[in-house]
């Protein structure tokens, strides 16, 4: 029996592949399997070809297999376009109705074997529909329970009614049926059933977002980000806050900056494209010591790019962008489970240094959906200082501080006012062109940041070797699960998962590359982004190595395993 399988539904825009991998993904987690999901689908709004890649294993999953087991597919209409994200070999098995014509060259090319499977047949002769065949397949040749998937369709379909539920149960049930003569040999382990936590990577940055204490969040609709948005709409009225929905991406993180500088811990949301409509903004947000969190979930670039496919292209924008020397904190979450714990820390950072903090996510990490152990939380929020001894003429909104935060009064507090000012200013926030206001100013806005002790937050060591492999978002879990493959053949290997993009923790990494013979950074852009800011602040060896591919394919860990031998 396997510890893991992987397994593929694919078909037109409709066929329901999307659903019958999600609701496959689900009964899994009721049997007490980890597992994740990734979502295939072209640029275009609605149609066109989609398909739903799912692992599920008894241990906790880290990246997308190097192969699958099974493509399950519901028509052959552009599933050609999938094949280079969806390697197989001989060993793998095709399922696919004969009657929707021949399966793609790309397919067949991967001497996987083609399994005549009547799809159609079988969900018409039980008034059902394909895709819940393709899933009773999925679900037989795991070696699932019948009574997880049944849990999984009724949360799925339960409002449409006993007739709809008991159509989709006999297509599942002519499904699993008609797999059982197949032949293959992959079923699952037994799982073991526990607490798990059902999401994606964007759901969880919005869990995160809420435990740090945000309430309110503006932003325009944008893929891959949206969800982050749709999540915490319906959540912030619960908790007394607001979601906005704006006209437009510079609206929203107006909006934002507005909402913090009236005492509301705030959140704006957004990808590449609106990332760069919104950084006039942030520079003012950098110089008035607003506090706010932008969530940036990468996608490929540049321009429009590539909405629905990931990438890390986005590193530059986030580090730079903004006009003059505009410091700010930078972090990424490793996994999807650290989506939640970073943007939590991440409100806690904004606040506590009164600055814009980043969370770059990506749209592998975003819109992957998972079955992981419930996303941990930090101990002891970090919140607003807004107290100050002074009033009236003494009270100075950037009066100097041993740690650089000054108090930071909520509008309105009499003998408190003060001015949001994106002029260079003195300690009142009064404009001037003085220039031991301004070089006051920059010192200010830089030692806060780099001066401030971020604990552990800075990355995740694992592993003891003399090869290094740094790497930040979606790249960290390939490289740990290459990392893991290689130790399996005696290969010692040192995985850094950096969160702390910026301010570089120097000292951190210094330790953590302290011996290695090898150092090896890991990112998914075209031009190694990470590499040189690392690079060209002295934080990496001359000899360091660069391994940096673009999107939209994401790495996957035999091809990391293979770079490092």
């Known amino acids: 029996m396997r510890s893991s399988i992987a397994i593929c539904f694919a078909g037109s825009g409709g066929a329901g592949a999307i659903t019958a991998g999600s609701t496959f993904l689900q009964a899994a987690a009721r049997a007490g399997y980890y597992g994740l999901m990734t979502k295939l689908s072209g640029a275009q709004v609605r149609g066109g070809e989609a398909a739903a890649l799912v692992e599920i294993g008894v241990e ?3 990246a997308q297999p190097d192969r699958f087991d099974v493509l399950i597919a519901l028509d052959w209409d552009n599933v050609g376009k999938f094949a280079p994200e969806l390697p197989m070999d001989s060993a793998s098995i095709v399922l696919a109705d004969p009657a929707a014509g021949k399966p793609a060259d790309a397919i067949v090319a991967t001497g996987a074997r083609l399994v005549d499977f009547p799809l159609a047949k079988l969900a018409a002769d039980v008034k059902g ?3 819940m065949v393709a899933l009773g397949a999925a679900a037989a040749l795991a ?9 999984s369709i009724r949360d799925l379909i339960g409002a449409k009614g006993e007739v709809a539920i008991a159509a989709s149960l006999a297509a599942v049930a002519a499904g699993a049926e008609a797999a059982r003569d197949i032949g293959s040999d992959i079923k699952l382990q037994p799982g073991h059933p526990g607490r798990r936590w059902f999401g994606s990577g964007n759901e969880a940055i919005g869990l995160g977002a809420l435990r740090g204490g945000v309430r309110f969040v503006a932003a325009y609709p944008i893929t891959p980000a ?3 948005t749709e999540w915490l709409a319906p959540r912030m009225k619960a908790v007394g806050g607001r979601a906005m929905l704006a006209e437009d991406e510079i609206a929203a993180i107006n909006m934002a900056v507005g909402a913090s500088f009236g005492g509301v811990p705030s959140l704006t949301v957004t990808s590449g494209p609106g990332l760069s409509l919104k950084v006039e903004t942030i520079g003012l947000a950098i110089s008035a010591e607003i506090p706010l969190v932008i ?28 006009h003059g020397d505009a410091p700010r904190i930078v972090l990424a979450p490793i996994s999807i489970a650290d989506c939640a714990l970073t943007t939590e820390r991440a409100v806690h950072l904004a606040e506590s240094l009164q600055t814009p903090v980043f ?4 749209q592998s990490l975003g819109q992957t959906q998972t079955i992981i152990d419930e996303p941990t939380r930090r101990a002891e929020p970090m919140a607003r200082t807004t107290v100050s001894d002074k009033s009236g003429a003494d009270f100075r909104r950037y009066q100097p501080t041993a740690d650089n935060v000054s108090p930071m009064p909520a509008p309105g507090v009499e003998g408190r006012q003060w001015v949001a000012e994106g002029l260079s200013h003195d300690e009142f926030g009064h404009p001037s062109n003085a220039a031991r206001f301004h070089v006051a100013g920059l010192n200010k806005r830089r030692d806060k940041l780099e001066k401030h002790d971020y604990g552990d937050i800075w990355g995740e060591v694992t592993g003891e070797g003399e090869t290094v492999i740094i790497a930040f978002g979606s790249s960290v879990g390939p490289v740990k699960e290459a990392a893991r493959r290689l130790r399996e053949q005696d290969v010692a290997i040192k995985v850094v998962g950096l969160r702390l993009l910026a ?3 120097k000292k951190q990494i210094a330790e953590a590359i302290a011996g290695a013979r090898r150092v090896i950074v890991v990112e998914q852009n075209h031009t190694g982004q990470l590499y040189r800011h690392l690079l060209g602040a002295k934080a990496l060896p001359a000899e360091a190595e660069s391994l940096a591919r673009p999107g939209p394919a994401p790495f996957r860990p035999g091809e990391i395993a293979a770079h490092i031998v």
Do not use: Y
Request: overall charge negative; charged content about 25%; glycine content about 14%.
């Open 60 to 62: 906790p999953l880290d």
């Open 129 to 131: 529909r394909g895709n």
């Open 143 to 151: 070696g699932f329970d019948s009574g997880a998937v049944e849990h």
């Open 226 to 228: 949206t969800e982050i």
């Open 295 to 322: 969530v940036d979930v990468m996608r490929v670039g540049p321009s429009t790019g590539i909405p629905t496919k990931s990438d890390q292209g986005d590193l530059d924008l986030a580090l730079t962008g903004t």
């Open 359 to 362: 969370v770059l996510s990506d």
């Open 503 to 505: 301010p570089i923790p």
